[in-house]
Each structure stands twice: as structure tokens, then as C-alpha cells.
């Protein structure tokens, strides 16, 4: 009785370590991260987005920019009366990196635009026999031509850095501004004769009245 309890307690055993050897034996392994992965995301190229400067209203800082043809931004108002109508108008400006290294750009946008008219100009109207309800109709038109101007952008390419320099030298420090442009509709393209010479433009933003003279004040 004895040996057959004993037999029995070894049989058990025996089965009991065959099961675990089996287990350990058998068990899925635990994955193993992979050296190559690692390898890899060391590998992997950092891109670097160029930062942009923000100048404000600096003029110094745009054009500074511009020598190098460095990533910036600036927005400049311009007010002046011509013959007794004084026009008020905001243009942004943005210097862009062009595809081709030595090039650069030149992006423009009418953020704001408004005009009134001059009291002495209104005192001879109101001479001449115009009403004044006449000329609230007049201004109201005027304003309304400014107003779809509003948002109209282009671009300029330059050849160099320093024919853009020179440009923003001649409107934003010599606030001079010679404007002669022709604007082909069906290519959004245009030729000009003024200071963009020396550009490739094109946008909207040459479309509009010569009078909205992006320089600063």
C-alpha cells in the first residue's frame, strides 16, 4: 500500500514538472524592442521651420530684412490729401523666400483703406451750388471703390536682394513712389513701368487705383 501511495506521489510530481518545463518551454517570448527602430528616429533629419520677424510698423527692421532676403513682416499707413481728398490707407507687407536662392519676394496686402474729403474743397462745392446731400453721395461712392480693395494681395519677384532693397529704401525712407504698372487679366500678370521695373509681379493688388501708394508715412 505504501509503494503504491509512493508511486503515485512521484507519477504527480513527474506530471506536474513535465507540464511547467512544457510552459516555460513553450510560452511566447516577450518582444524585444528593436535596435534598428531606435537607430532609425536617431537617424530621422530634424527639419527647422525658419523663424519670421515681426517688425511692426519699423521701417528700419523691414529693410534691414530685406538685405538678406530674411523672413519678416510689417504693416505701414499712409495718409495724404490730393486735391482735397485725403485718403488714409494700410498696407502689409511680408519679405518671402523665393525657390531660387539669390531671388526674393515681395508680398503686399490692403488691410485698410478710407478717405474723406477736405473741408475747403466741401466750402467750394457748397459755393458752387452742390448740396450737401450730393456730396455725402459722392464720398459714399468713393468710399465703397476703396472698400472692395480691401484684402487684394500680390507678390513681386526680384532678381536680387538688392534691387528689393533699394525699392522699400526709395518708398518707406525717401517716401517716394513712381507707379506704372499694366496688368494683363487673362494671365495675372504684369508689366510695369515704374518702380517694380526691376520685378515679376502679380495679383490683384496691381489693379487698383495708382492713388493707394503702399509707402509709409
Known sequence: MKITLILVVVLLISLSLGISLRYFVNS???????????????????????QETNCGNSVNCFIDAAKSCT????????????????????????????????????????????????????????????????????????RSKQRKMLGRDGRCEFNTFNDLYDLLHKWLVLKSFSYGFTFDLATGKGTSEGDLVKAQCSGEYFTTDPLVQPYAE
Open 28 to 50: 511566447p517570448s516577450i518582444p524585444q524592442q528593436s535596435s534598428s527602430t531606435s537607430a532609425m528616429s536617431n537617424d530621422e533629419e530634424i527639419v527647422q521651420v525658419p
Open 71 to 142: 523672413l519678416a513682416t510689417a504693416s505701414f499707413s499712409k495718409d495724404r490729401n490730393v486735391f482735397g481728398i485725403l485718403y488714409s490707407d494700410t498696407t502689409f507687407y511680408r519679405i518671402e523666400k523665393s525657390s531660387e536662392s539669390n531671388k526674393c519676394i515681395l508680398y503686399l496686402r490692403f488691410d485698410n483703406a478710407n478717405l474723406k474729403f477736405d473741408q475747403e474743397i466741401i466750402d467750394l462745392w457748397l459755393k458752387d451750388g452742390i448740396t450737401m446731400d450730393k456730396i455725402q453721395q459722392q464720398l459714399e461712392t468713393e
